[in-house]
């Protein structure tokens, strides 16, 4: 005799509440490829910071991260239980008085596998939280100077958002992360979604880059009509390009690079074809290990 089985489809989210909230955007950023610089964590990190928002929901890492690659964490609780604090992704939303709509906030790590299941829990999260527009952000290393404002480019899943936000055309071709996955994802389902890139200057990578996530905020601010007081952050900016350019002034080689950068940038601005650049690999892993040698507290 056939025996018959019925399939039970479990949902790779746990959910904390599900609050009700007006039309809200959902804002997304992933350590790991997408953040260099730490420039998309420091980003939503301080959208969060500003609006406090209350988890509502966790997408279960056991399916998505590998646990060899990100670690999960013992923590010491009342100085005598130890606790794991695993690499979750959390949902969390908060109210937005006078915005357009409310805010939902995604922040992971960058998951190993399953990345087509994973941006489905996120779709799925997004419909039952009735959001109505995801927002990545992302940044990349690039051949751009410190000195000079941060390049975002912009790419939206509808023509009538590439035109409202105006943002320019790409034509990348290449390796994506899990941001470019989850905007395939969420046009797939008829989601309307933004993908924010940042360039972030590459002889840089190794430390936080707050301008670079300043540049991020403001663009996030335009695409969600979600205003943020991010005068700390643009303290933070300045004194961090003020510091980098200290440090350029010190190596002959690294000025000479940022110098070519500029001028490449500029000419490129002016619509003229930039000259070929020399790798910098080299000068980059040396001005590196030059700020390691300062030491975490020291001036330049």
Request: with cysteine; net charge negative; proline share 7%.
């Given at each position: 005799?056939?025996?018959?089985?019925?399939?039970?489809?479990?949902s790779?989210?746990?959910?904390?509440?599900?609050?009700?909230?007006?039309?809200p955007?959902?804002?997304?950023?992933?350590?790991?490829?997408n953040?260099?610089?730490?420039?998309?964590?420091a980003?939503?990190?301080?959208?969060?910071?500003?609006?406090?928002?209350?988890?509502?929901?966790?997408?279960?890492?056991?399916?998505?991260?590998?646990?060899?690659?990100?670690?999960?964490?013992?923590?010491?609780?009342?100085?005598?239980?130890?606790?794991?604090?695993?690499?979750?992704?959390?949902?969390?939303?908060?109210?937005?008085?006078?915005a357009?709509?409310?805010?939902?906030?995604?922040?992971?790590?960058?998951?190993?596998?399953?990345?087509?299941?994973?941006?489905?829990a996120?779709?799925?999260?997004a419909?039952?939280?009735?959001?109505?527009?995801?927002?990545?952000?992302?940044?990349?290393?690039?051949?751009?100077?410190?000195?000079?404002?941060?390049?975002?480019?912009?790419?939206a899943?509808?023509?009538?958002?590439?035109?409202?936000?105006?943002?320019?055309?790409?034509?990348?071709?290449?390796?994506?992360g899990?941001?470019?996955?989850?905007?395939?994802?969420?046009?797939a389902?008829?989601?309307?979604?933004?993908?924010?890139?940042?360039?972030?200057?590459?002889?840089?990578?190794a430390?936080?880059?707050?301008?670079?996530?300043?540049?991020l905020?403001?663009?996030?601010?335009?695409?969600?009509?979600?205003?943020?007081?991010?005068?700390?952050?643009?303290?933070?900016?300045?004194?961090?390009e003020?510091?980098?350019?200290?440090?350029?002034?010190?190596?002959?080689?690294v000025?000479?690079?940022?110098e070519?950068?500029?001028?490449?940038?500029?000419?490129?601005?002016?619509g003229?074809?930039?000259?070929?650049l020399p790798?910098?690999?080299?000068?980059?892993?040396d001005?590196?290990?030059?700020l390691?040698?300062?030491?975490?507290?020291?001036?330049?």
């Open positions: 005799m056939a025996r018959s089985y019925t399939v039970r489809e479990v790779d989210l746990v959910w904390s509440e599900r609050p009700t909230l007006r039309r955007v959902m804002v997304a950023a992933f350590h790991g490829w953040d260099a610089g730490d420039a998309a964590s980003a939503i990190d301080f959208i969060r910071a500003q609006h406090e928002p209350a988890e509502v929901a966790r997408i279960d890492p056991e399916e998505f991260i590998d646990f060899t690659a990100v670690r999960p964490t013992i923590k010491l609780v009342d100085g005598r239980t130890r606790e794991i604090d695993w690499p979750d992704t959390v949902l969390s939303a908060t109210k937005v008085p006078g357009e709509g409310d805010l939902v906030i995604l922040q992971g790590v960058e998951p190993a596998l399953r990345w087509r299941r994973y941006s489905q996120i779709v799925e999260a419909r039952e939280l009735d959001v109505r527009m995801v927002i990545t952000l992302g940044a990349l290393l690039a051949d751009v100077p410190h000195t000079r404002p941060v390049s975002v480019t912009g790419i899943s509808e023509a009538s958002l590439v035109d409202r936000l105006g943002f320019e055309a790409t034509s990348y071709e290449g390796p994506t899990i941001t470019g996955v989850l905007h395939h994802a969420c046009a389902a008829g989601l309307p979604s933004v993908s924010l890139w940042a360039s972030v200057p590459h002889y840089v990578a430390a936080p880059n707050p301008k670079v996530a300043l540049a905020v403001r663009a996030f601010e335009g695409a969600a009509g979600v205003m943020i007081d991010a005068a700390e952050l643009e303290s933070a900016a300045e004194d961090y003020r510091q980098v350019s200290a440090a350029v002034a010190t190596d002959p080689e000025t000479a690079f940022v070519r950068l500029e001028s490449a940038m500029d000419e490129a601005s002016d003229q074809p930039p000259e070929n790798s910098a690999d080299m000068i980059a892993r001005f590196q290990r030059f390691r040698q300062r030491g975490p507290g020291e001036e330049p």
